[in-house]
């Protein structure tokens, strides 16, 4: 039996456990997709709201942490037969409203002058322009099956919305150890997880990676032991 907390499910395992049920995989594709559906709306309601929205910020370095909570999502993927923790992930999805906060705060660490702080703004928000980023600190039951950057990873991982797009990472780059930027900036990365940064296009050769009509994002991490699933629910 799988157990999962928001603190998802989405391609379909062996089988799955949905509203206190257990499902085995055989059932339909239909059925799949119409349980897939009901959970993003189920995380609809259940997570915080963010907006993809581009333009200008008024943030001044204290607001960081409470922009960080905000853009922040935590899972547990566990299984109660072996009483084992298959797969714990914290991500932060550094969109354009995060990045902007993060210059800010990291201009004042730094003392940056406002020229140096206005291009650091401008070549966040470029990038952001052509790149969804995530900043993500796992750790599984067998750590060395938990690097996303190696062929012997029992993860792989895409970026999901509620329109049927799914899209893989254009760059995984691992975060070898740690150090005071990452820790202080993202408090949950350690040396006891596996850190990377990984980067999804904005855009595809079959459309945007996450449709502008989308209600909700995930990240979805699918191997031989489970799925998981991190949600972002997105404002109008």
Sequence with gaps: MLVRSQRGSGSTPAAFTWLGRHVPASRSLLGSAIATAMLFLLMACTTPE???????????????????SRWTRSEDLITLRALDNLLTVTATFESWDFRWAYSIRYARDYQLSEAQTQAMIDRAMEDARHSHQFFIALYGAQRKYSDLATPQSAWTVKLVDDRGNETAPEAIAPIAKPGPVERTYFPYASVWRKVFRIRFPVATPTGPSIAPDARQVALRFVGPLGVEELHWALSP
């Design 50 to 68: 963010v907006t993809l929205a581009q333009g200008a910020r008024q943030y001044t370095p204290s607001d960081y942490e409470r922009v960080l």
